[in-house]
């Protein structure tokens, strides 16, 4: 089982940028979704969720900016951010869970992680 998150780069402020997350391994369409971030000298925070049924979850810093999708068909979740911020600068990583059970919720831990990419602001 394997993530890989890519499209991080370099970016101007209010730029945008589009993430994809692929999954390796396993069927997509019976795992939730997350997105975090970690920046430098920060605790790793957490960004948004996409269900099992398409159902989203967005943290308070990022509703109106940050959209999540899934295409269960390309194995792949996609993270579009909108006018991006110098305080959007970090790491992004994608995480799984198998939460079939509860397809309209995420859950709070996620078992499978991926290597991050980087996100970066310039002011």
């Known amino acids: 089982v394997q993530l890989q998150a890519s499209g991080g780069g370099l970016v101007q402020t209010g730029g945008s940028l589009r993430l994809s997350c692929v999954v390796y391994?396993?069927?997509?369409?019976?795992?939730?979704i997350a997105w975090f971030r970690q920046a430098p000298g920060n605790e790793r925070e957490w960004v948004l969720c996409?269900?099992?049924?398409?159902?989203?979850y967005l943290g308070d810093s990022v509703k109106g900016r940050f959209t999540v999708s899934r295409d269960n068909a390309q194995h792949t979740v996609h993270l579009k951010i909108d006018s991006l911020k110098p305080e959007d600068t970090a790491v992004y990583y994608c995480?799984?869970?198998?939460?079939?059970?509860?397809?309209?919720?995420?859950?709070?831990?996620?078992?499978?992680w991926g290597p991050g990419t980087q996100v970066t602001v310039s002011s």
């Open positions: 391994g396993f069927t997509l369409d019976g795992y939730a």
């Open positions: 995480a799984a869970e198998r939460y079939i059970r509860i397809r309209k919720r995420c859950p709070r831990s996620y078992e499978y």
């Open positions: 996409i269900s099992v049924d398409g159902s989203t």
